[in-house]
């Protein structure tokens, strides 16, 4: 039977997701919310030119999002109403980390053509280094990248050896704590450290006081390109490895190896690689950082690379797979 034949001017077609980064930076959903489904009340509220606005809403309405309910009023009906959600708005919103991403994206045939991200050749630094000059937009993109952007973390962590061995814990690259506040919650007895940049950890203070672990957790700004706190017995790498290519991937992995407390330190990977067997097309981080999602196979050779030895993979409850290592 002969395969559906695709659109290409349907996919081709840039209208419909930039009209969404637009209303959504616009926060044309709040408004009317709000109580404002008029078009000149819209537009006065977003301090926006109302027949634009009205063209960009009505070619939404046609796409499914919105609906005008009488000419030049319009209402939110269920996909719209997702944009009220902060975990959408913040991959969407213009002004943060989804504006970075959304622009990224012209820089995709540099990415091919090279294999190296062009990010630069937009924003005029590499993303962290740009990130780093713009602490607002960096503090959206650990917003996102905190519970909102990747899901509730991962409490129930199983290890191949199970946690009783475990008194310390190392959140390498963690961001602003919220895995490692956590386990530290599920595991009275745990101490732990949460290391990343200074400006990121600085921000962490009131997700450890929440779970009421701010007492058990020291913070420690720095790159994790730098020797790590040394002696923990676990160092956990969550989402971070598939963010980097592999010299600097196994970079990261030798400063865990360096740090793992001798004869039973362990460093646990968790959401950054796959089962063999399967297949990842293009993600975002390819085109903002050069990043990688490996496969088992593909990650030990980097492991054995920064004097790791895997010993066991196993898919957690969250559906991620955690990938566990010892110091060879």
């Known amino acids: 039977m002969a395969s559906e034949r695709a659109e290409l001017g349907a996919l081709s077609d ?60 319009f209402a939110l009906n269920e996909t719209a ?15 943060g980390i989804g504006g970075r991403m959304a622009h990224a994206w012209s820089t995709l045939p540099t990415y091919v053509r090279t294999g190296a991200p062009g990010y630069h050749e937009v924003f005029g630094l590499p993303f962290w280094d740009d990130l780093a000059a713009h602490p607002e937009v960096a503090a959206t993109f650990d917003e996102l990248m905190g519970p909102a952007g990747h899901g509730a973390p991962d409490p129930e962590l199983r290890l191949a050896d199970g946690w009783a061995s475990v008194r310390t814990v190392v959140d390498v690259g963690g961001g602003t704590g919220a895995m490692l506040a956590e386990l530290l919650r599920a ?9 990343d940049l200074p400006g990121t950890v600085a921000r962490s203070s009131a997700t450890f006081e929440a779970a009421g672990v701010a007492d058990r957790v020291a913070t420690v700004g720095q ?62 981080e390819m085109v903002l950082v050069g990043g990688k999602h490996r496969s088992v196979a593909e990650f030990r050779e980097l492991a054995h690379e920064a004097g790791l030895n895997v010993v066991a993979a196993e898919r957690q409850a969250s559906g991620h797979l955690a990938v566990e290592c010892k110091v060879t």
């Open 14 to 73: 840039l209208r419909t997701p930039w009209c969404l980064h637009v209303v959504a930076t616009l926060r044309i959903a709040e408004h009317i919310a709000a109580g404002k489904p008029g078009i000149e009340e819209l537009a006065g509220a977003a301090a926006c030119d109302a027949q634009a606005l009205q063209a960009v809403l009505r070619h939404l309405v046609g796409k499914g999002v919105f609906q005008e309910t009488a000419p030049g009023r």
């Open 81 to 95: 109403e997702r944009l009220l959600d902060p975990v959408e708005r913040l991959g969407l919103d213009l002004e």
């Open 187 to 195: 595991r009275p007895g745990i101490r732990g450290t949460l290391v």
């Open 223 to 284: 790159s994790f390109f730098d020797p790590l706190p040394a002696g923990a017995d676990l160092y956990l790498l969550r989402k971070v490895i598939n963010d980097w290519p592999d010299r600097e991937a196994a970079a990261i992995l030798s400063r865990c190896a360096e740090a793992a407390r001798p004869g039973g330190g362990r460093v646990v990977v968790l959401g950054s690689v796959s089962p063999d067997g399967e297949t990842s097309g293009l993600m975002v």
